[in-house]
């Protein structure tokens, strides 16, 4: 999630090196507006078939396999002479968080306890402000080129330790594969005892046996009353996040501010604090999932 982060939120200092000719080439309007949409194209792309994908060669091979996406996009923006070259590259990075925003979650509450899946799985979004805080501040201080290899270096730190990590139980247990089921949930439960690794093992078992017998169709999504609220629910919140804008504001925040904000404040520093307000925000949200509905928290935030 932090490399999707960083992703996001490059456009917004490399716009103003670029409006300062400190990039390899300049682009007019409508060529920025692609380079920032065709993320936002590959991001809608890639979804469908990394569900397939994930299930049919696992959660971990599958996003290690397609961590060629982000390190090819850094390495083409390192390299572009063009503005196709740019092109491609965002492209890719859309890609990329396709793929890790279908397979990360699956894979987090397949491997995370019961006591810790909650807060596992909110985490991610602080993740990703990381990434793009990570970008407001490195980006205005150093050159075209230091940034993209910053971002590269992200994309290796992340390969680096997540091919430590072992696959998930429940994806060798669909493919009745117990035992490496067994020896992941061992490495990932550490200092539990044998027993109630067992009793974990019998349980995911059994929820895989349970859901080869719920098999739905696509039309049980929209025929099924609670089904079908549950869709419209969650189309809305994706759609009106997405209506938001903020994707678009991260990309063109530097852009967008003024010469100087509150008569001192430059737009990269403001630009720093609207990452380090986003990141705080993430990590507070995370804590306070814990203790309050989901529901609440989504209405104060939409909100504010």
């Known amino acids: 999630y932090t490399i999707m982060g960083s992703a996001t939120a490059w456009p917004s200092p490399v716009l103003i090196k670029m409006a300062d000719g400190e990039t390899p080439m300049v682009l007019d309007v409508p060529q920025v ?18 569900g397939y994908l994930m299930d049919i060669f696992g959660r971990k091979r599958t ?7 982000p390190f090819t996009s850094w390495l ?20 990329w968080i396709g793929v890790t925003s279908t397979i990360m979650p699956v894979y987090v509450g397949e491997i995370a306890g019961t006591e810790l899946r909650s807060s596992l799985t909110t985490i991610n979004n602080s993740l990703f402000n990381f990434g793009v805080l990570f970008a407001y501040v490195v980006g205005p201080y150093v050159s075209y080129y230091s940034l993209a290899i910053a971002c590269e270096m992200l994309t290796v730190v992340y390969f680096c330790t997540f091919i430590l990590m072992p696959e998930s139980p429940h994806f060798f247990l669909k493919h009745e594969q117990r035992e490496e089921a067994l020896a992941s949930l061992n490495w990932l439960r550490q200092g539990d005892s044998k027993e109630s690794v067992e009793n974990e093992i019998s349980r995911i078992e059994q929820a895989i046996e349970d859901q ?12 099924d009353v609670g089904n079908r609220k549950a869709f419209i629910i969650s189309v809305t919140y994706a759609v009106m996040k997405r209506l938001s804008g903020s994707g678009v504001m991260q990309a ?12 001192v404040l430059d737009p990269d520093t403001c630009v720093i604090i609207i990452g380090t307000i986003s990141l705080i925000s993430s990590v507070a949200s995370t804590a306070l999932s814990i203790k309050f509905r989901r529901r609440i928290l989504m209405t104060v935030s939409g909100g504010g």
């Open 76 to 95: 083409l923006i390192f390299f572009a002479s063009s503005p196709v070259h740019l092109y491609i590259a965002r492209f890719a990075a859309g890609l």
């Open 252 to 263: 063109y925040t530097s852009i967008t501010l003024p010469d100087v904000t509150l008569g």
């Open 212 to 223: 080869k017998l719920q098999k739905g169709t696509l039309k049980d999504i929209f025929f």
């Open 33 to 50: 507006s692609w380079m920032v949409s065709l993320m936002f194209l590959g991001h809608i792309t890639s979804p469908l078939p990394t």
């Open 63 to 69: 996003c290690l396999c397609l961590t060629v996406l």
